[in-house]
């Protein structure tokens, strides 16, 4: 075979994905979905690796956001984790504030980044925390900038899989004195579960050159910052 695995191991494969959602078995091969279900979420070793290169291009532009001294909010997701990786190799001084623990480990590698994590119940399969007491002190903070990751982006709402995701999103968004949500190209379209807040309850959305020029026309008349991040060479 081309992929140099045996019928059995590819069998095998392909009923993995089928039963995580990821494919639907066809007559002899196998498609993605036309439409997710509404609470399908990748693992996160997946989902890390799904549009890397625009994740990077998107990451790169929203450090450039910062500038020294300000207290910033990372919330947990593949699209901001890859910001917080760009920005921990930067010499800014800043507070960082984060719900994944994934996400402060890259900014502790920073020493100019004092970096606070929010406290909560680790979500299964992730390294995401949510629930009390990670509620309660976003409650009563105050940021400069917070970067926000979405599951989808509905027409003009932000949506994801998980309410107590969402609501914790809900609370960095309102902590912010600037919110910015980090969503590559693909996130456009679809619809998740819940709603975290419509597009207009943040500042800016950075996504990347693969965007459809109907969406981007769409959005810009509509007088949302929709801001492309230029693709990284090599």
Known sequence: MVLGASPSTVRRDLDYLTERGYIERTHGGAVIPSAPM?????????????????KA????????????????LFDASSTVREAARVISSLDLQLTAVTNDIACALLLSNSSTIHTIVTGGAVRPGSTTLVGQPGQDFLSGIHVDVAFIGVHTVSGHKFTETSLEVANTKKLMISAARKAIVLADSSKFGDHSFCEICSIDAVDEIITDEQISAKIRSEYESSGVKLTIAPAIEG
């Open 57 to 72: 291009a998107i990451a790169t532009l929203a450090a450039k956001r910062l500038s020294h001294g300000q207290c910033v």
């Open 38 to 54: 509404t609470r399908f979420e990748p693992e996160a070793s997946i989902a890390a690796e799904t549009s890397r290169p625009q």
